[in-house]
Structures are given as structure tokens and as C-alpha cells.
């Protein structure tokens, strides 16, 4: 199987370092005009507004043959969201991936985050994603073509301490990916979820520095031009980092039905059977789980 993107655009927001960057150069390296989307903020969501970091990626590329442009955009901003696309569809006349890879960290424990801490997260890593998403669908529904991919974290999948906006954030990006993967599968859109570990300046003083040095961001890039390709799955979560790759999923125990007339000491009476997840099972939608339980209460009723 060939992953080959000669002739497609990939924009990749946040892409002037760190794992966007290497998406950027992994992208190229296979032939793909790519947009390097990077306001020059700082790690804690400061603006500098300076274009130096996204142009450095962008010669990198040429230097390599491949063709790249800057684009200084917030994520946060729909005004600017729709400036780059119509940059990008003025430089290359279409947009065959999104990458939602821009983001901040500001940790603190929960007791002691602000509003506006948690806030500015929210808005770059799940609003952030949204902004850019909308503003590129209207191109890949017009094309019937397209592969978007969300930037998750373990910290949304399994928690981290310190960093409840950006496990909520992270989270909240599980949810779009799994709705949209039903509303745009029709348009032949195909829209995944990545949960990276990486050494970048957003994790250099979170892990010791022995544990840093074998995850590469560049090892992380695989999975991207996994989910990219032309027979992507979709509605996929992929973990990657340090050269390993795992499937992650949310899984549903088989359950134990109580009756209406349940009562909190019967759940805990039989806690280790309605938690069992021997059979525990992946929903390809919400409604699919209330389903189970309507099925159970009407099995149950006769």
C-alpha cells in the first residue's frame, strides 16, 4: 500500500515546530504541497504574531524540492481560518488534509487554574479544531474528497495531574472526531484522532530528559500519513510515540440489568458483574448504546 500524496495540500495548523513540523516535512517528503500554519506564539498562548517560525519550515521544504507556504493565522479566529484557506486555494486550488495540531499548555492544578487559564486552552485545542475544521469542510465537500485529523492526548484519554483544561480539551476532540466521522462520511471525508507523545518545547520540562530523548517527534509522523491516505479509516484513535503505535477505544461493559426500580445498593451488590468487561464492546454510535439498554428492558419485561 503506497502512501503517496503527490498533487494533494495539507495544511497542518501549528506547524512552525515541534510535531507539526515534522507532519510538515513527512508530508513533503511524499510529495504534498503543504501549508505551514504558525502564528509565532509562545508555549503559554502568548501572541507575537511573527511569521519567522512558519517560513523557516516553509524553506525547509523547498529546500528539500517540495513546494510550502506561510500562513500566520490564529486558530482561534474564524476570519482568519477563512483567510488561510483562501490563501491556500489561491496557491494550490484545493485542500486535500487538515491537520488540527496547533495548541498551549497552561497546568496548574484545578484548585488553583483560572477561568482564563482553562479558557485559553478550551479555545485553541478544541475550538481551535473546530474553527479550522469549518473552514476548510465547505472545500472537501465540494471535492468529495478529504482527511482531517484531530490532535488528542493520553491526558484527555486517561487524565494527567495538572492539566484538566487540556485533558477536557483533548477529550472534547474524541467527541467532534466521533460525530463527524458519521456526518461526513458521505462527502468521502475521513476524520481521525491522534494522541501523540513527543518531545517538544510543550513537554520539555513535563518529562525527565532520558525519556525525551527517544521520543522524537519525527517518530510520531507515521501515524499521520496513516490516517491520511487515501483508504484511511475513520473515526480512529491512534496513540503513537517513541516508534510504537497502538488502537485506542472507549469500550462499554455488557452491563447487568437492574430494573427500573433499581436502587444504589443493588448496583453495588453487583458491582464486579455490571463491570466486567470480558465482553466489553466499542459503539459505533450513541445511539446504538440506548439501543442495548431498550433491548434489555424489553427482554427483561417479558
Known sequence: MSYDFTGQVAIITGSGGGLGRAHALAF?????????????????????SSLNAAEKVVQEII?????????????????????????????????????????????????????????????????????????????????EY????????????????????????????????????LELYKYGIRV?????????????????????DFLTPESVSPAVLYLCGKDAPTGEIITAGAGTFARAQILESEGLFLGADATPEMIAENWAKLSDMTTAKSYKQGSDQSQKFVVNAFENKA
Do not use: C, W
Not at 513533503?28 to 507575537?48: E, K, P, W
Not at 478529504?146 to 484538566?164: C, H, K
Open 63 to 143: 529546500d528539500l524540492g517540495g513546494k510550502a507556504i506561510a500562513n500566520g493565522g490564529n486558530v482561534t479566529s474564524e476570519a482568519d481560518m477563512q483567510d488561510m484557506v483562501d490563501q491556500t486555494m489561491d496557491a494550490f486550488g484545493r485542500i486535500d488534509i487538515l491537520v488540527n495540531n496547533a495548541g498551549i499548555l497552561r497546568d496548574k492544578t484545578f484548585s488553583k487554574m483560572t477561568l482564563d487559564d482553562f479558557s485559553a486552552v478550551m479555545d485553541v485545542h478544541l475550538m481551535g479544531s473546530i474553527i479550522a475544521t469549518r473552514a476548510v469542510l465547505p472545500v472537501m465537500q465540494k471535492q
Open 146 to 181: 478529504g482527511r482531517i485529523v484531530m490532535t488528542t492526548s493520553s491526558s484527555g484519554l486517561y487524565g494527567n495531574f495538572g492539566q484538566s483544561n487540556y485533558g477536557a480539551a483533548k477529550l472534547g476532540l474524541v467527541g467532534l472526531t466521533n460525530t463527524l466521522k
Open 28 to 48: 513533503a517528503r511524499r510529495g504534498a504541497m503543504v501549508v505551514i500554519n504558525d502564528l509565532g506564539g509562545t508555549r503559554d498562548g502568548g501572541v507575537s
Open 192 to 212: 481521525n484522532a491522534l494522541a501523540p507523545v513527543a518531545a517538544t518545547r510543550m513537554t520539555d520540562d513535563i518529562m525527565p530528559p532520558q525519556m525525551l
